[in-house]
C-alpha cells in the first residue's frame, strides 16, 4: 500500500518477507533500495534502531495479540502505529471483511502521509475497475469455493474475516467456510469434504509451491469426492493477491476467470 501510494521515500525499511517468502517480482522491485529491517516479526529495538516513527501493521502481520510489539509497547519509543483493518478481528468483534476495508486503508494513509488526491484517484479507479470486471457475475447460485493455504494434517484456511472471503464474494462464490468467524484458521479436512466445493483457491508463497499444494489435494483421500478435485478447478492466487492490498483487484480478476472456466 505504501509503494502504490509512491511512498518509498518516507519509509526506512520492512519487515516480515523472506522469512515468510511471500516477495514477488514486483514487490521485489519496489523495495529493492531499502533494508529488510526483520525477516519475520520485528523487535522493539530494531524498529527504534531504524529510527522508525510510524509502524504500519496489522495483528498477525508484524503484530501479536499481548507480544512484544504492540501500539502501547511502540508509544515509549514515539513511534505510532496503523493497524491494518482486516486484521482487527483479532481485537474483537467485528463486521466481516468487504472491499472496503482496503479502500479504506488506503484512503487513511493518503490523510496522513499528505496524499489524498493520489489515494482518492487509487480508490475510485479501483471502484470502476471492479465494478467493470463483475458486472456479468452470476449472483444468483454462487459457486462454492474453499481457500487452501497450507498444511497437510490439518488445512489454514480463510474465515469470514480474512481478505480471500472478501475477493471470493465479489467474483461471485461463496468461501465456504465463510461461518468461521477468523481471519485465518487451522480447521480439520471433515468440514471441506462435506461442504463438497467446487473450486479450491490456492495461495502461492513459501517453500511448497502451488503446483505441490495441488498434487497434495488431488492425492489427499479426504477430499477424493468433492467436485472441485474431480473436475479439476482451481485457482492460484499469490500471498500479496490475497492479503490486504492493491494487488486485490487482479485477485478478483483470476477468481472471476476461474469461477467462469475462462
Not at 514477488?24 to 526483520?38: H, I, T, Y
Not at 495483528?59 to 511502540?74: A, F, H, K, R, S
Not at 481485537?91 to 488526491?117: C, H, K, Q, T
Request: hydrophobic letters at 40%; one cysteine or more; charged letters at 25%.
Amino acid at each position: 500500500m505504501m509503494l502504490v501510494l509512491g511512498l518509498r521515500d518516507r519509509m526506512v525499511g520492512y519487515t516480515g518477507i523472506s522469512g515468510w517468502k511471500t516477495l514477488d517480482d514486483r514487490m521485489r522491485d519496489g523495495v529493492a533500495e531499502l533494508p529488510e529491517l526483520s525477516a519475520r516479526y520485528p523487535s522493539k529495538e530494531v524498529l527504534a534502531g531504524a529510527g522508525t516513527d510510524f509502524f504500519f501493521a496489522g495483528w498477525n502481520y508484524g503484530m501479536t495479540v499481548g507480544g512484544e510489539v504492540t501500539p502501547d509497547t511502540l508509544a515509549p519509543f514515539g513511534i505510532a502505529v496503523y493497524e491494518l483493518t482486516e486484521s482487527c478481528i483479532h481485537l474483537g468483534p467485528r463486521d466481516a471483511s468487504g472491499m472496503e476495508d482496503m479502500y479504506g486503508d488506503i484512503l487513511n494513509l493518503g490523510r496522513i502521509f499528505g496524499v489524498e488526491d493520489r489515494a482518492q484517484a487509487l480508490v475510485d479507479g479501483w471502484r470502476a475497475e471492479l465494478a467493470a470486471l463483475t458486472e456479468r457475475t452470476e449472483r444468483d447460485a454462487p459457486l462454492r469455493v474453499f481457500v487452501y493455504d497450507s498444511g497437510t494434517e490439518a488445512p489454514f484456511t480463510a474465515g469470514a474475516h480474512g481478505m480471500p472471503t472478501a475477493l471470493i464474494e465479489a467474483a461471485g462464490g461463496r468461501n465456504i467456510m465463510d461461518d468461521l468467524s477468523k481471519s485465518w484458521a487451522e480447521i480439520s479436512w471433515e468440514p471441506v469434504a462435506d461442504r463438497d466445493p467446487q473450486v479450491i483457491v490456492i495461495v502461492d508463497y513459501g517453500d511448497v509451491t502451488a503446483d505441490q499444494k495441488i498434487d497434495f489435494l488431488r492425492t489427499n483421500p479426504a477430499l477424493a469426492g468433492i467436485d472441485a478435485v474431480r473436475n479439476d478447478r482451481f485457482v492460484v492466487l499469490d500471498y500479496v493477491e490475497a492479503t490486504p492490498g492493491p494487488r486485490n483487484i487482479r485477485a478478483v480478476e483470476k477468481l472471476v476467470a476461474g469461477f467462469s472456466g475462462d
